[in-house]
């Protein structure tokens, strides 16, 4: 995998951007719904360049985690800031458009549209934020070469193997050189060769710069791809501890 097509980095777009800023800062959040109180005064900062996972029991508040640092839910108290950018100071447009610019994410059930081809899902991300449609068909294919599924681009999401649906869905997410990338459950709905394909591309686009966030329940998941593990419980950070990264 090389360093050009994948991580696609630029001194204005990409990671190598913030090197000297936390790409996510997140202070005394707390979240509540109704009665239930998702998140209880939870802090977190995660480097440019860090692969970060949170692990935890179900309802513990890490999705909602996840959710809040996306910009897809807002916090009942608390500041949520990506990139440098406060992400409660934006309307419901503007962090549309953030989101879509800044963020890229993975989901565990891939969340392809189902009557566009490979090419056309990937594109898409691009083109929902005005790149023009032959820019963005040209940046898609060079993901999915990138990826090893360019000979995948014109079959439609129900032809792919889950495998390749994951791999579409990693394009999708890096189309706009995001400066932080999402990842929740990525290899959830995976049999264990296209979970390691996966783990193993996320380890590679981290090494190449990518500042990663993943939650999942999976140990194995966490211990390989990720540098820094955030354990949560009862809405709460309970622990933290540096990964070294197995084999």
């Known amino acids: 995998m090389t360093t050009e097509g994948i991580s696609g980095t630029t001194a204005e777009h990409g990671p190598a ?3 000297e800023q936390d790409v996510v800062r997140v202070s005394d959040l707390r979240k509540e719904y109704g009665d239930t109180v998702a998140l209880n005064g939870v802090s977190l900062e995660i480097g440019a360049g860090e692969a970060v996972a949170v692990m935890g029991p179900s309802g513990c508040g890490k999705s909602t985690l996840l959710n809040m640092i996306a910009g897809l839910d807002r916090p009942s108290a608390g500041r949520v800031r990506v990139h440098g950018e406060d992400l409660g100071a934006m309307n419901e447009t503007g962090l549309a ?5 800044r963020i890229g994410m993975i989901f565990q059930f891939f969340n392809l549209i189902d009557d566009l081809t490979t090419i056309d899902n990937v594109a898409l991300a691009a083109q929902l934020t005005g790149t023009p449609a032959r820019q963005a068909r040209r940046r898609a294919l060079e993901l999915l070469d990138e990826l090893g599924i360019a000979d995948r681009r014109n079959v439609y999401p ?3 193997s889950g495998g390749e649906r994951q791999r579409a869905a990693v394009a999708r997410a890096l189309m706009n050189r995001p400066a932080l990338l999402l990842a929740d459950e990525p290899t959830g709905a995976l049999d ?12 590679d686009l981290n090494e190449l710069g990518q500042t990663l966030l993943l939650v999942t ?7 390989r791809c990720a540098s820094r593990l955030v354990v949560m419980a009862d809405g709460r950070i309970t ?7 197995s084999a």
């Open 17 to 19: 951007a913030v090197h």
């Open 97 to 101: 458009l953030f989101r879509r610019r």
């Open 158 to 160: 129900a032809a792919l």
């Open 192 to 203: 264990s060769h296209a979970g390691e394909q996966v783990m193993d591309l996320l380890i």
């Open 217 to 223: 329940h999976d140990q194995i998941l966490a211990t």
């Open 239 to 245: 622990g933290e501890r540096t990964l070294e990264r």
